[in-house]
């Protein structure tokens, strides 16, 4: 029914506008804010933004270039920066920069400006969501990532390219104070993360985390491949109500593991550990948690589930990090040239067939293994057959035979709710094609869709398997520490957290609102 002539829109209390923002999304608030200046003004209640979700990009999707982003940023961080309870934000100043790999070493440095650009951007944007939270005393979560690894790993960050962009690291210095502050400032942290942020975190910034939020906090990620250890187990021994941790896994040493064992804290329930074999050069894994120290922190924390990604390491090395009482729940292998052996993928079947719910075994380079040759049984179909959890697979470069894949299928059903093969890594035995009719392709779409009692197809998008690695551990470590104390109470499950994980580039807010 339309409202009389008399009472209008703008006739509404403020609070049943605010009422009625309340279930707008972010992006729709922001357009209702446009309709008039008291919208706008019911717009920025603190009600309506006790969570933001926020990416800066460099510019994709029309968004124009980061440093045009800057203004929106702050004009958000200036409205919501005081009050907000719970902030994930993902810095992305190299957004369109394509690595050496891809453009070749000649291309890039035909165009240094664009790296210095970026990262002076990256810079100023810190500071900006920084300086805006140090006054914050009611921030429960704060969630960062930076997409900087691309610059990191191809040499551009060495200490005179940063001298020039931020002469005497004044700009650096700050951003890190600025960090300490926050923590000081903190009365309720639950929830600290910081992946891969580029001069924010130092050895020293938890030192700074104020008693009352070292009470409250549940979950700790602290991670940058370019530094040391970010968590000592001296600073770990204050936080004894943690329920999640994240950490680089040469950082997590025996004592760190007998320390979380001991009966005077909180048990574990989520271990993200994230194994680079470019750093194991400089990061060893001597010191590393023995399987005497994992079997004393089951003792303690019998329901731990643990989460590893390992990038580019070797399967010597593999061999050596995979404890039998390790309680393995998610495991991606990830490389660009490492080959992942048959005799890891066999270890991580018979040893993880109890926990294991997610395998993922991806491989960026030409050429495709086969995992099967000179067995009589494929690893990944006794993987299946083994692993009575499975409910995420996906593969790309390595063969996957037609048949194997149709037995995969069958063996756990619709239990399988993710199954990622992409196109080109399927491959079909021509002694077989004798027996079929038609197309095999077409053939094997049937066999798969009917194993698993739902429409299934090879993946064709790339992008799905093929993404950042450091993104996807940062955005699966989120979902998978979800699921440890207070934070589960919005959890929706594993699998569907990471189906929605697979698009999670929507549920971030972008300043490319029209």
Known sequence: MALCSSVGALALPSELIVHIFSFLSDRDKLRASAVCSRWRECLFYPALWT?????????????GSGSEQTPRLEFLMRKFGSFVRELQLEFSPVDGYLSPLQRGMEAVESDPQFAKDAMVTYLDQVLCVLGSLRNNRNLQKLSLYGDTCILQDDGILDSSFLSQVDQGGKKMKEIQQLFEEILSNSRQMKWLSSAFMLCVVTPRSLASLSNASTSSLEHLSLIDNQLPSLISTVELERLAHLRSLSLDFCDFTSDMCRLLACGDRAPLHRLSLLLNG??????????????????????????????????????????RVLKPSVPLERIHLDSYSTLVTDGVVELISQQYHRTLSHFILMRDDAGFPDLSVNRNEDPLVLLAWRCVHLAVLIIHGYTVWSHNLVAISRLRGSNLKVLEVSEESIDFDPDQSVYIEGDPVHNLVKEVSLGLGRVWHPSMDNSVVLNEPTQHFHREMQSFSAGAGSWNQ?????????????????????????
């Open 51 to 63: 969570e933001l979700k926020l990416r800066v990009g460099g510019g994709t999707n029309g968004g």
């Open 490 to 514: 919005r959890s929706t499950g594993p699998t569907m957290k990471f189906l929605s994980h697979l698009r999670a580039h929507k549920r971030y807010m972008h300043f490319t609102i029209s």
């Open 278 to 319: 470019a750093a194991l050069d400089v990061k060893p894994l001597d010191g590393t948690a023995a399987e005497e120290d994992w079997k004393a922190l089951i003792r303690r924390s019998t329901n731990l589930r643990v989460y590893v990604m390992a990038m580019d390491v070797c399967s010597q090395d593999l061999l």
